[in-house]
């Protein structure tokens, strides 16, 4: 796994390039940016799309800075070894800004160790289970991070573009 350091300094970049474009870009760019998927983060998407076709919904479309979004989300949970959403109102700001989306939002979870687990988890949470069905939502982002014990962080963040 990359190390924190490196991926933050990434976003960082991300960050600055994003900011620097002028206000008639109109989110063009974040297409361009593109993010490597753990197998754990891919299956967690696959896991959550089968469920919801299984409803009748349409699954959700992967949006790459999103899911940079969601890795600053994970870093500073480790960071600050806590599990809240005290950063999310910055992240549904950031969220919104990069992909003009309508609303946001964010499903946390730890400890898990497979992809199965995390799915099994979030649907027998009434919560995080409404956000999975919540057909106003489009798009997700994912980043699962690991802290020095080896202990799994997941963010979801989901958008209505």
């Excluded at 989110?27 to 593109?34: D, H, L, Q, R, S």
């Excluded at 003009?100 to 995390?118: C, R």
């Amino acid at each position: 796994m990359k190390s924190l350091k490196i991926k933050l300094i990434l976003f960082a970049l991300v960050c600055t390039v994003f900011n620097s474009c002028s206000s008639g870009d109109e989110g063009i760019y974040f297409n361009e940016f593109k993010t490597e998927y753990a197998t754990m983060e891919l299956e967690i998407i696959d896991l959550i799309n089968e469920y919801r076709i299984s409803l009748g919904m349409l699954p959700f479309e992967t949006l790459d800075i999103i899911s940079s979004v969601a890795l600053t989300q994970s870093s500073h949970t480790i960071i600050n070894d806590e599990m809240n959403h005290d950063v999310f109102i910055e992240q549904q700001e950031n969220s919104v800004a990069l992909t003009n989306a309508k609303w946001t939002g964010e499903s946390l979870a730890y400890g898990f160790s497979s992809a199965t687990s995390v799915i099994n988890a979030m649907l027998n949470n009434e919560n995080h289970k409404a956000i999975i069905e919540n057909d106003s939502y489009t798009h997700i982002g994912i980043s699962i991070e690991q802290n020095r014990q080896g202990r799994n962080y997941f963010t979801k963040i989901f958008i209505k573009k």
